[in-house]
Each structure stands twice: as structure tokens, then as C-alpha cells.
């Protein structure tokens, strides 16, 4: 297994062992995903469908080290606190196939706007 698939694996279940922030109905499956503990920040989980993934690589541009591609050229999850709020965002909005999905504490999606 590559060492993107185990981080991959790692926070995947982290977040879903985690009781703090509630777990949205819709999440992806073949998802990356990671809670932020980032202070004040309503952005608490962030998934990347990976399935939706094309391998466009504008959300590394955007934020590098927050997204990484795997050697499946699929994105997922480095460090979720890599970046603040505005930065994530911008991130999920270049994604062509808007394969980024931003939640707040109560599970509600912040983008893309439903
Ligand atoms: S921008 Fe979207 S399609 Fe491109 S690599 Fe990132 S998640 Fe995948």
C-alpha cells in the first residue's frame, strides 16, 4: 500500500471516530477526508470525492500542502490545518468537478452551496 493511500486510510478514520463535529448524510464514497481544528474556523470537515476526481491538480496549486495527488494522480488530504478558511475555499472553487466538499461543525455543507 502507498504511503498516500495509509495518510489516505489514517484520517479517513480519524474523522469517523471523532465525536465532535456531527458526520453530513452525504459524504462520498471513495472519499479522502479530514476534520480541521483550526480556532473559529466554520470549515470543521473537508472531503474530497475522489471518485469525482479528475486530476485537474488546480486545488494543489491553490493549496499546496493542504492537497497533495497520489500516484493515481487523485487528490486527497495532506494537512487539513495547512491553510485558513479563505484559502480552502478558493481551493474548492477551482476545482473543475467540484470534487471538494467544505462542512461546517453541524454537518452542514459550506460549498458547494446546495
Ligand atoms: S482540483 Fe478537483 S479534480 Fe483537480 S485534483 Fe483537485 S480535487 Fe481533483
Do not use: W
Amino acid at each position: 500500500m502507498s504511503n498516500a493511500q495509509e495518510h489516505i486510510d489514517k484520517l479517513n478514520q480519524e474523522a469517523e471516530n471523532q465525536t465532535e463535529v456531527a458526520t453530513p448524510a452525504d459524504i462520498p464514497e471513495g472519499k479522502a477526508e479530514a476534520i480541521r481544528t483550526k480556532e473559529g474556523d466554520p470549515v470543521r470537515r473537508v472531503v474530497v470525492d475522489r471518485q469525482a476526481c479528475i486530476g485537474a491538480q488546480s486545488c494543489v496549486v491553490v493549496a499546496d500542502g493542504l492537497f497533495k495527488m497520489d500516484d493515481k494522480n487523485l487528490a486527497y488530504i495532506d494537512d487539513p490545518n495547512a491553510y485558513d478558511e479563505d484559502m480552502m475555499l478558493m481551493a474548492a472553487q477551482s476545482c473543475p468537478v467540484l470534487a471538494i466538499h467544505l462542512y461546517d461543525k453541524e454537518g452542514k455543507k459550506i460549498f458547494p452551496e446546495v
